[in-house]
Every structure is written in C-alpha cells, then in structure tokens.
C-alpha cells in the first residue's frame, strides 16, 4: 500500500471561536444556519484533541504495514462508514438531522 487517509471527525481547536458567520439579515436560512452553527460548535468542542489528530497520523507514518484508512475523533468511522454503504440521500438526511435539521 502506497496511500494512507487519515480522516478525522470532529477537532478541538477552538476555530468555531474564530468562524466568521455572514448571514444576510432576514435570511430565509437563519434559522437553520443559526442551528446548523450551534451543533458545528458543540461538535468541535466536544471533539478530539489535535494531538490526538497528530499521533494518528504519527501512527500511520511509522507502520511498518500502514492502513489504507484510519478514522480518528468523535464519532468519524460513522459517517465515512455510511457513505460507502447507504445511498447518498440517506446519508445527508442522517448528517442534516445529527446538525439539527430537518430535511
């Protein structure tokens, strides 16, 4: 194997304290956009550390037989799981209901 991938669920870096949000004012998206933010934040504050992050990678560099795939944070495996194995729709209304909305 010549590739690994290393994809990484929610990180702890604190870049939703510096998400800038433009949102037009009376915007038909407010209220989904206002949700959809809400859950991005929790997710990233609940999520792993970017050390975390880094020593996957670390990992992957050094195996002697690498991993085609290594998934690493909350949650991760899930949602790149369900992509290979369910339609496309279903996985967005699986995404867009874990984000809080409705589809």
């Known amino acids: 194997m010549w590739i690994s991938v290393i994809e990484p669920g929610s990180i702890a870096t604190g870049i939703g304290n510096r998400r800038t949000k433009y949102l037009d004012p009376g915007s038909v998206y407010t209220d989904d956009v206002t949700t959809m933010l809400g859950h991005l ?7 792993v550390s ?7 990678i670390v990992k992957a560099i050094e195996a002697a037989r690498p991993r085609e795939f290594y998934a690493v944070g909350s949650r991760s495996p899930l949602p790149f799981l ?8 279903v996985v967005s209304r699986i995404i867009a209901s874990q984000h809080g909305l409705k589809r």
Do not use: I, M, Q, Y
């Open 82 to 89: 369900l992509k290979r194995a369910l339609p496309r729709s």
């Open 41 to 47: 934040d929790d997710n990233e504050r609940r999520g």
């Open 50 to 56: 970017p050390e975390t992050v880094a020593a996957t």
